[in-house]
T-cell receptor
Framework: AQTVTQSQPEMSVQEAETVTLSCTYD???????LFWYKQPPSRQMILVIR??????QNATENRFSVNFQKAAKSFSLKISDSQLGDAAMYFC????????????????FGKGTHLIIQP | DTAVSQTPKYLVTQMGNDKSIKCEQN?????MYWYKQDSKKFLKIMFS???????INETVPNRFSPKSPDKAHLNLHINSLELGDSAVYFC?????????????FGNGTRLTVT
């Protein structure tokens, strides 16, 4: 079974600064997908960014980028120019690309990192 | 237009009662899930359905019974509620076989058992 570890329960950053959230995972599979989700106090689960394991290029979405190190099984999220609206819980998630069940195994989540933005 | 909608948003009930949470998605997805988020915010899959067929049934007490009347709906019925069932329950959906496709989540149902 796959596991996802987020070693930082809480992080704090000044507004406009850059912060990096860590995520490591354990898997014996070679093909999989990784995601970062954001959960603000409203409880919504919002997709931030995704990465295909077969792609060497790191994904970027505006101020959000990842550092994907497949050999090290590491998938960190960098938020540049932090804004007050970035304050939320951030979850790293793993999805197997196995073909049994048509993908119904869903996502395996880490325990989350609570990101605080200091004005 | 809400993609994945859950009702109710909040549910407060007493121990021993039976309650249901409803979920509907209008994304045309084939696969639907129930996740439980505990008080420490940990998200864990409970069930998944693919084309109305149960695929995953994690170690969940049999007081929890999912029901999928059609591909667009996955309801969760809970019998004999216990204090430990208090949590936020999320419904989600995704396209069958589209592993790079994210799960789309509902806004969650906060269940409080007193």
């Amino acid at each position: 079974a796959q596991t996802v570890t987020q070693s930082q329960p809480e992080m704090s950053v000044q507004e406009a600064e850059t912060v990096t959230l860590s995520c490591t995972y354990d898997t014996s599979e070679s093909d999989y997908y990784l995601f970062w989700y954001k959960q603000p106090p409203s409880r919504q689960m919002i997709l931030v960014i995704r990465q295909e394991a077969y792609k060497q290029q790191n994904a970027t979405e505006n101020r959000f980028s990842v550092n994907f190190q497949k050999a090290a099984k590491s998938f960190s999220l960098k938020i540049s120019d932090s804004q007050l609206g970035d304050a939320a819980m951030y979850f790293c998630a793993y999805r197997s690309a196995g073909y049994s069940g048509g993908g119904a195994d869903g996502l395996t989540f880490g325990k989350g990192t609570h990101l605080i933005i200091q004005p | 237009d809400t993609a994945v909608s859950q009702t109710p948003k909040y549910l407060v009930t007493q121990m021993g009662n039976d309650k249901s949470i409803k979920c509907e998605q209008n994304l045309g997805h084939d696969t639907m899930y129930w996740y439980k988020q505990d008080s420490k915010k940990f998200l864990k899959i409970m069930f998944s359905y693919n084309n109305k067929e149960l695929i995953i049934n994690e170690t969940v007490p049999n007081r929890f019974s999912p029901k999928s009347p059609d591909k667009a709906h996955l309801n969760l019925h809970i019998n004999s509620l216990e204090l430990g069932d208090s949590a936020v329950y999320f419904c989600a959906s995704s396209r069958q076989g589209a592993y790079n496709s994210p799960l789309h989540f509902g806004n969650g149902t906060r269940l409080t058992v007193t």
